[in-house]
């Protein structure tokens, strides 16, 4: 069974104080890995999707980072604007499963100014 | 562009009351999902359809959906119960890339926060 789990499940930081958030995943055959930002009472919102091991995406100041075994969120000089539920999603192999993915429980980030 | 749009975006129901969320979306997506999302357990699929006129059920009864064309994938709860009580979230995604096996990004609506009393 896939499982994706997120670490930590709420991280708080003040303005300007870099860190990073963890998405660690068991997957048959992986074909992406998604990161999606949502604000409260709001649906997500896409970030990133990264293919294979040691690929990178940047985004302002996100950065995605994929291993065969994880994925890191980096966040370099946050601002309160970052604060927001960062999920993680994974896209199983299978042709029968194209389309469905699977979700950690998402991280909650808080950004002090 | 409206993407994909779910109403309603708040309802109260009660217990053995059925009700049905909308989504519809504007992008000509095949793929259209269900997912509802609970405090710290993330998002889970409820059902989802690859194409109009096909549908895949991913958790048991309680649920229904039809897809009787590409914009609209409809959610039914046939007879509400308390542990239904969630924030619904409609998806969709376009299956374009799936000769190279490239999955592409799921685009969400805004959610339907839903209790049933």
């Known amino acids: 069974e896939d499982q994706v789990t997120q670490s930590p499940e709420a991280l708080r930081l003040q303005e300007g104080e870099s860190s990073s958030l963890n998405c660690s995943y068991t997957v048959s055959g992986l074909r992406g890995l998604f990161w999606y930002r949502q604000d409260p009472g709001k649906g997500p919102e896409f970030l990133f999707t990264?293919?294979?091991a040691g690929e990178e995406k940047e985004k302002e100041r996100l950065k995605a980072t994929l291993t065969k075994k994880e994925s890191f969120l980096h966040i370099t000089a946050p601002k309160p604007e970052d604060s927001a539920t960062y999920l993680c999603a994974v896209h199983p192999g299978g042709g029968t499963s194209y389309g469905k993915l699977t979700f950690g429980q998402g991280t909650i980030l808080t950004v002090h100014p | 562009n409206a993407g994909v749009t779910q109403t309603p975006k708040f309802h109260i129901l009660k217990t053995g009351q059925s009700m049905t969320l909308q989504c519809a979306q504007d992008m000509n997506h095949g793929y259209m999902s269900w997912y509802r999302q609970d405090p710290g357990m993330g998002l889970r699929l409820i059902y989802y359809?690859?194409?109009?006129?096909?549908t895949d059920k991913e958790v048991p009864n309680g649920y229904n959906v039809s897809r009787l064309n590409t914009e609209d994938f409809p959610l039914r709860l046939v007879s509400a119960a308390p542990s239904q009580t969630s924030v619904y979230l409609c998806?969709?995604?376009?299956?374009?890339?799936?000769?190279?096996?490239?999955?592409?990004?799921?685009?969400f609506g805004q959610g339907t926060r839903l209790t049933v009393v």
């Open positions: 990264l293919y294979s």
């Open positions: 998806a969709s995604s376009d299956p374009e890339k799936r000769r190279a096996k490239v999955p592409t990004e799921a685009f």
């Open positions: 359809s690859a194409a109009a006129g096909t």
